[in-house]
């Protein structure tokens, strides 16, 4: 029996890493060691008492009387905290799922690593703001790391049985979000709820602002490099507004590889959770003459400047990854809240990594965890003091 545990299991990710647990047979057929999620705990723990956990976390303190209530009687173990978190992933699992938001899904990822486990790694953060780090981590404890994100669990499937030395470009699709056809000057004025308003993907908050913005492929324009280590200059990005193509890998040949699936997160998670085969994943299987027609267009990087921004922190190296997501973060928080506007996002960013690289410098790739959580710290603090600027120049 396979052991696994699931960190974030309320989240979108979780939910559908659940939802496949479950159909492939459950506790019968899995043994899970830990489940941890945030505010949710009524949801987490029916989780866990479906699953029969070992153990349930609760990222916040407050919600450990709420969690322990929800369990009574349960057998299972509860506990809270950031570092009660990072605690669970020392508890041996073969598969473990790091679908935590944010920079708070490091830690115990590459907890996870240290331990040799198989990560299926759906937080873009972990790559963006330690992929060297992550994957040296990896190569010295034998562990393996297996992508979750639709378009890097597209690449990674194309190249299976491929040499990865032939490979000439990598193409990731977006689907463009709300605003692929907006003016410039409409989405300059657009709303939170407009931002969030995706048309093919039902995905939380910010995951779906961020996709509005296209950071969201920003990040995977930096995962796609520090995963497969491909040149900058390899890496592509096309809008495509059906999300049925994922990614494309371009060889030598002059051929290319298309990986289609339906826009389902359970493909990409299926996938993992079954590797090195394939096992049945209730996800609508394709009518290509229903779809009709696959379309794709340029993207358009005035109105979308998180690409452009992606491609100088490929360039930049070092802690550049970490700053740029801490920013983001940053950013994404005070436009949520008013505080800026929708174009602002990636000028806020683009801020703070001009500052901290003119006084601070931007390292060298980082060696240690501690390295990223400062450079974390210092653009945080270098983004929010960006938006008092702003706010006070009005």
């Known amino acids: 029996m396979r052991s696994l545990s699931i960190f974030g299991a309320t989240g979108s990710i979780g939910e559908s890493t659940f939802d496949l647990v479950m159909r492939q047979g459950g506790p019968a057929a899995f043994r899970t060691v830990a489940l941890t999620g945030g505010r949710n705990v009524t949801r987490l723990a029916e989780m866990a008492r479906a699953l029969q956990a070992e153990l349930a976390v609760t990222a916040h303190d407050d919600c450990l009387p709420a969690l322990r209530a929800a369990l009574q009687g349960s057998g299972v173990e509860v506990a809270a905290g950031a570092q009660a978190i990072v605690e669970a992933a020392d508890r041996p699992a073969d598969w473990v799922m790091s679908a935590i938001v944010g920079a708070a899904g490091l830690a115990p990822g590459m907890r996870a690593l240290r331990h040799g486990r198989t990560l299926a790694l759906a937080n873009k953060e972990s790559l963006v703001t330690a992929g060297p780090l992550l994957m040296a981590t990896a190569r010295a404890h034998g562990a393996t790391i297996l992508p979750v994100d639709s378009e890097h669990s597209a690449v990674f499937q194309a190249l299976i049985g491929e040499d990865i030395a032939c490979v000439e470009r990598v193409i990731i699709t977006a689907s463009g979000g709300p605003f692929r056809d907006w003016t410039l000057e409409q989405v300059r004025n657009c709303t939170v709820a407009q931002a969030m308003a995706h048309p093919n993907w039902s995905m939380g908050q910010r995951i779906s602002i961020d996709s509005a913005s296209m950071f969201n492929k920003a990040l995977e324009l930096i995962e796609t490099r520090e995963f497969f280590g491909f040149a900058p200059e390899q890496i592509e990005t096309v809008v495509h507004p059906q999300s049925i193509i994922h990614a494309m890998v371009g060889f030598c040949d002059g051929a290319v590889m298309a990986h289609l699936g339906p826009p389902d997160m359970r493909h990409a998670i299926g996938f993992?959770?079954?590797?090195?085969?394939?096992?049945?994943?209730?996800?609508?299987?394709?009518?290509?003459?229903?779809?009709?027609?696959?379309?794709?267009?340029?993207?358009?990087?005035?109105?979308?400047?998180?690409?452009?921004?992606?491609?100088?922190?490929?360039?930049a190296g070092g802690l550049s990854g970490a700053a740029f997501n801490a920013a983001k973060e940053i950013a994404l928080d005070r436009f949520i809240d008013g505080s800026i506007g929708f174009l602002d996002m990636a000028a806020v960013v683009e801020e703070t990594l001009a500052q901290i690289s003119a006084r601070n410098g931007l390292g060298n790739s980082p060696t240690a965890l501690e390295e990223v959580l400062a450079m974390d710290h210092l653009a945080r603090h270098t983004a929010d003091d960006a938006v008092r600027a702003r706010l006070e120049k009005r």
Request: charged residues 25%; positive net charge.
């Open 272 to 315: 993992a959770l079954n590797w090195p085969g394939r096992g049945e994943v209730p996800v609508a299987r394709l009518d290509l003459a229903q779809i009709a027609k696959l379309s794709f267009q340029a993207p358009d990087e005035q109105r979308f400047p998180a690409l452009r921004l992606a491609r100088e922190v490929m360039a």
